[in-house]
């Protein structure tokens, strides 16, 4: 513990150090339609990535606004460094910042924008609640969970047993890349190093960034997700290593990268019993768990590489129009590929005695394999091929500015045990799909934008699967920032991850013929950041689902389900008071099959001050999480999936955090004591059953960037 005490002092004490020594130099970040110039540490950070892609706000389709009589030539700074990254692929509005940021659509080379996160409050927020007003979860940083927001819930497509760490995961696809006049380093920690030791919890993020060149950049990123838990039995360790470097050449765009995931994690499979937190007030490091020595660890190792090469096609235009067009303009034609080699394995380990009884009982004393001691395991190889040609017929800047088509081929190989591999050696189970893929995508200026996606399977497991999405934005101007409106819709057909077809395990086991499944779904939203105003409804309607029943084993159900979604965000602010909401209001037309909560609620109320002008800004309020009564999930360690339960409903418990934070020139610092209210107005603070929500503590972090 003095360890832990002596570690977090120090940063502070860098982080301090670092303030005094520098003055900030704030990356040249353009300021985009809903920034708000307040601390960190609440619902005021930066929209993420993915609300920028399904808003489809300014930032992700700006565009060159004109042509001059002769391309401007590339400006340089006092040291002699290009002012902006000359390329096809990014604007100039973009290619001008100091620090830009992006992911990248795998299927054709295409950047999304992001923007710099200079506010970093949300990393002090656990990160399930990062993206969602609350999620199902198994009470420690680093566990199983599962988002309350049906729309955000995001499945691995052909490892069941991942889905519930999707929240953790770097994968190719959800990757920051960024291109900088300036290395940045960021480090950030959160955890009660003060607790003892049997409750530690530790959240840990480092990044650095350069580029090597003005078009070369390279990075690594490290995250840390873990803790002791609060009953006995239970531990979580997560790791997360990412290396990265992409390219932004004039015509040449490339990025690649390895990402390691680690989760190695003791479960307990719950309390036995609710009742010694309704009714009673013991330690609940002394509370009886179900198992005692289970373990899971998952481990996922990707190689991944993406290219493309943009060929303008000037011929076809009279050589005194081309020689006016801008980079990126004019009629270009781009030729890629991608590449992604992914292993990922699980392995469920447990030793339960002959005379445990509790352990035995837990799992309907079935044994399959072994009287005492569970090995489970799967494990999965990737590889991943596509190539693919992309047309701009005219300009960046037009209704009809990308047309694109590509064809990608998908091995994968699976290995779970068998009863039949009792009589023959064991083998893998190989599928080798084709597939065919499409885009369009426009925009008129800065009102109106659209894109469309299909992919057809053609041939393997996955024959016939189909998905087609499109989405589109409208921006108005009547007011300063403008009013935004979006809409979405998603045809999404599949067939179910092969494991969820055979799987034999110690303790559980299935053998089933599932069809494919089919989720139609349309969203709608506003966006008016002048009233820092967000409103979303959603409507999917499910067909033949498959879902894990009360008895934890897959289940395809012959039902028609509905989902109903509506949320809004909206800041309040009045002198120095700060009031910032998120509600989330659901249906689900079988509960049985998708539970859901009908509301949850996060708020935030906070007040701001500067206390000393441009170097100290300080928060002091509370943050207050809830959610109705509902049958929330079990999870079931064996299996590897939260599952259904109508054993009793989980909810109505209003979880309230309290704070403190500082932002001083570059560090901010947080306070805060978790679950200060706990006890009222009942004990009822579960977040699945028979998993409790963090008791109160108190917690602490600390956040910087490096740049200069």
């Given at each position: 513990?003095?360890?832990?005490?002596?570690?977090?002092?120090?940063?502070?004490?860098?982080?301090?150090?670092?303030?005094?020594?520098?003055?900030?130099?704030?990356?040249v970040?353009?300021?985009?339609?809903?920034?708000?110039?307040?601390?960190?540490?609440k619902?005021?950070?930066?929209?993420?990535?993915?609300?920028?892609?399904?808003?489809?706000?300014?930032?992700?389709?700006?565009?060159?606004?004109?042509?001059?009589?002769?391309?401007?030539?590339?400006?340089?700074?006092?040291?002699?460094?290009?002012?902006?990254?000359?390329?096809?692929?990014?604007?100039?509005?973009?290619?001008?910042?100091?620090?830009?940021?992006?992911?990248?659509?795998?299927?054709?080379?295409m950047?999304?924008?992001?923007?710099?996160?200079?506010?970093?409050?949300?990393?002090?927020k656990?990160?399930?609640?990062?993206?969602?007003v609350?999620?199902?979860?198994?009470?420690?940083?680093?566990?199983?969970?599962?988002t309350?927001?049906?729309?955000?819930?995001?499945a691995?497509d052909?490892?069941?047993?991942?889905?519930?760490?999707?929240?953790?995961?770097?994968?190719?696809?959800?990757?920051?890349?960024?291109?900088?006049?300036?290395?940045?380093?960021?480090?950030?920690?959160?955890?009660?190093?003060?607790?003892?030791?049997?409750?530690?919890?530790?959240?840990i993020?480092?990044?650095?960034?350069?580029?090597?060149t003005?078009?070369?950049?390279?990075?690594?990123?490290?995250?840390?997700?873990?803790?002791?838990?609060?009953?006995?039995?239970?531990?979580?360790?997560?790791?997360?290593?990412?290396?990265?470097?992409?390219?932004?050449?004039?015509?040449?765009?490339?990025?690649?990268?390895?990402?390691?995931?680690?989760?190695?994690?003791?479960?307990?499979?719950?309390?036995?019993?609710?009742a010694?937190?309704?009714d009673?007030?013991m330690?609940?490091?002394?509370?009886?768990?179900?198992?005692?020595?289970?373990?899971d660890?998952?481990?996922?190792n990707?190689?991944?590489?993406?290219?493309?090469?943009?060929?303008?096609?000037h011929?076809?235009r009279?050589?005194?129009?081309?020689?006016?067009?801008?980079?990126?303009?004019?009629?270009?034609?781009?030729?890629?590929?991608?590449?992604?080699?992914?292993?990922?394995?699980?392995?469920?380990?447990?030793?339960?005695a002959?005379?445990d009884?509790?352990?035995r009982?837990y799992?309907?004393?079935?044994?399959?394999i072994d009287?005492?001691?569970s090995?489970?395991?799967i494990?999965?190889?990737?590889?991943?091929?596509?190539?693919?040609?992309?047309?701009?017929?005219?300009?960046?800047?037009?209704?009809?500015?990308?047309?694109?088509?590509?064809?990608?081929?998908r091995?994968?190989?699976?290995?779970?045990?068998?009863?039949?591999?009792y009589?023959?050696?064991?083998?893998?189970?190989s599928?080798?799909?084709?597939?065919?893929?499409a885009n369009?995508?426009g925009?008129?200026?800065?009102?109106?934008?659209?894109?469309?996606?299909a992919?057809?399977?053609?041939?393997?497991?996955?024959?016939?699967?189909?998905?087609?999405?499109?989405?589109?934005?409208?921006?108005?101007y009547?007011?300063?920032?403008?009013?935004?409106?979006?809409?979405?819709?998603?045809?999404?057909?599949?067939?179910?991850?092969?494991?969820?077809?055979?799987?034999?395990?110690?303790?559980?086991?299935w053998n089933n013929?599932?069809?494919?499944?089919?989720?139609?779904?349309?969203?709608?939203?506003?966006?008016?950041?002048?009233?820092?105003?967000?409103?979303?409804?959603?409507?999917?309607?499910?067909?033949?689902?498959?879902?894990f029943n009360?008895?934890?084993l897959?289940?395809?159900?012959?039902?028609?389900?509905?989902?109903?979604?509506?949320?809004?965000?909206?800041?309040?602010?009045?002198?120095?008071?700060?009031?910032?909401?998120?509600?989330?209001?659901?249906?689900?037309?079988?509960?049985?099959?998708v539970?859901?909560?009908?509301?949850?609620?996060?708020?935030?109320?906070?007040?701001?001050?500067?206390?000393?002008?441009?170097v100290?800004?300080?928060?002091?309020?509370?943050?207050?999480?809830?959610?109705?009564?509902?049958h929330?999930?079990?999870?079931?360690?064996a299996?590897?999936?939260?599952?259904?339960?109508?054993?009793r409903?989980?909810?109505?418990?209003?979880?309230?955090?309290?704070?403190?934070?500082?932002?001083?020139?570059?560090?901010?610092?947080?306070?805060?004591?978790?679950?200060?209210?706990?006890g009222?107005?009942?004990r009822?603070?579960f977040?699945?059953?028979h998993?409790?929500?963090?008791?109160r503590?108190?917690?602490?972090?600390?956040?910087?960037?490096?740049?200069?």
């Open positions: 513990m003095r360890y832990r005490i002596f570690t977090f002092l120090l940063l502070c004490f860098l982080a301090c150090a670092t303030a005094l020594a520098q003055e900030p130099k704030q990356p970040v353009r300021k985009s339609a809903g920034d708000k110039q307040q601390l960190p540490g619902s005021q950070s930066l929209n993420t990535i993915k609300e920028q892609s399904s808003n489809n706000t300014e930032n992700k389709n700006k565009t060159h606004s004109g042509h001059s009589e002769v391309p401007p030539a590339i400006a340089k700074d006092s040291a002699g460094k290009p002012e902006r990254v000359d390329s096809y692929v990014f604007n100039d509005d973009i290619a001008r910042d100091r620090i830009f940021l992006y992911q990248v659509d795998r299927y054709f080379n950047p999304v924008m992001g923007r710099v996160d200079t506010l970093i409050g949300d990393r002090f656990d990160i399930i609640y990062r993206k969602d609350g999620a199902t979860f198994l009470g420690v940083s680093g566990s199983a969970a599962v309350y927001n049906y729309f955000l819930r995001e691995h052909y490892m069941y047993s991942l889905t519930p760490f999707k929240a953790y995961f770097t994968t190719p696809d959800n990757i920051l890349f960024y291109n900088t006049r300036t290395p940045f380093t960021r480090f950030t920690y959160s955890g009660n190093p003060f607790a003892n030791r049997q409750f530690e919890e530790s959240n993020e480092a990044l650095h960034t350069q580029n090597i003005p078009e070369w950049n390279v990075g690594a990123m490290y995250r840390y997700y873990g803790g002791r838990g609060l009953m006995a039995n239970e531990a979580t360790d997560n790791r997360l290593f990412t290396l990265f470097t992409s390219y932004s050449g004039k015509r040449y765009f490339a990025q690649a990268g390895y990402i390691y995931n680690g989760i190695n994690n003791r479960l307990n499979g719950g309390m036995t019993d609710d010694f937190v309704l009673t007030t330690d609940v490091r002394t509370i009886p768990t179900n198992l005692k020595s289970a373990k660890v998952i481990s996922t990707t190689f991944f590489a993406t290219q493309s090469l943009g060929i303008p096609l011929f076809l009279k050589k005194e129009v081309a020689d006016t067009l801008r980079t990126g303009e004019g009629t270009i034609v781009y030729f890629g590929n991608s590449l992604e080699y992914t292993t990922a394995k699980r392995i469920y380990t447990d030793n339960i002959l005379d009884s509790i352990g009982a799992y309907n004393d079935q044994f399959y009287p005492t001691t090995n489970d395991s494990h999965s190889t990737l590889f991943d091929a596509r190539v693919f040609v992309t047309l701009q017929p005219f300009a960046s800047d037009f209704i009809i500015s990308k047309i694109g088509g590509g064809i990608g081929y091995y994968l190989s699976n290995y779970a045990f068998q009863q039949s591999f009589l023959r050696p064991a083998h893998n189970n599928q080798h799909n084709l597939f065919l893929y369009a995508s925009n008129f200026k800065q009102y109106f934008s659209w894109s469309g996606f992919r057809y399977y053609f041939s393997g497991y996955n024959q016939n699967d189909l998905l087609i999405k499109g989405n589109a934005t409208i921006s108005l009547p007011i300063r920032q403008g009013i935004h409106l979006w809409g979405k819709f998603t045809i999404d057909s599949r067939m179910p991850d092969s494991y969820l077809q055979s799987y034999y395990g110690n303790h559980i086991q013929n599932f069809g494919k499944t089919t989720e139609t779904s349309i969203q709608a939203g506003v966006n008016i950041p002048l009233w820092q105003l967000r409103l979303s409804v959603g409507q999917s309607i499910l067909n033949t689902p498959v879902f009360t008895n934890a897959p289940e395809q159900s012959n039902a028609l389900i509905s989902i109903f979604s509506a949320t809004v965000e909206k800041d309040f602010k009045a002198w120095l008071v700060h009031f910032d909401n998120r509600l989330l209001i659901q249906y689900s037309s079988n509960q049985d099959i539970p859901l909560p009908l509301a949850a609620l996060n708020s935030s109320i906070y007040l701001e001050a500067e206390i000393v002008k441009n100290l800004t300080a928060q002091i309020g509370g943050d207050i999480y809830f959610n109705t009564k509902f929330a999930y079990n999870y079931h360690p299996a590897g999936a939260f599952y259904n339960q109508n054993i409903e989980i909810g109505n418990y209003p979880n309230i955090d309290a704070f403190i934070n500082l932002k001083w020139k570059q560090a901010t610092l947080f306070v805060k004591m978790v679950n200060v209210g706990q009222w107005p009942d009822d603070y977040s699945a059953l998993y409790i929500k963090p008791e503590a108190l917690k602490l972090g600390i956040s910087w960037p490096f740049y200069l």
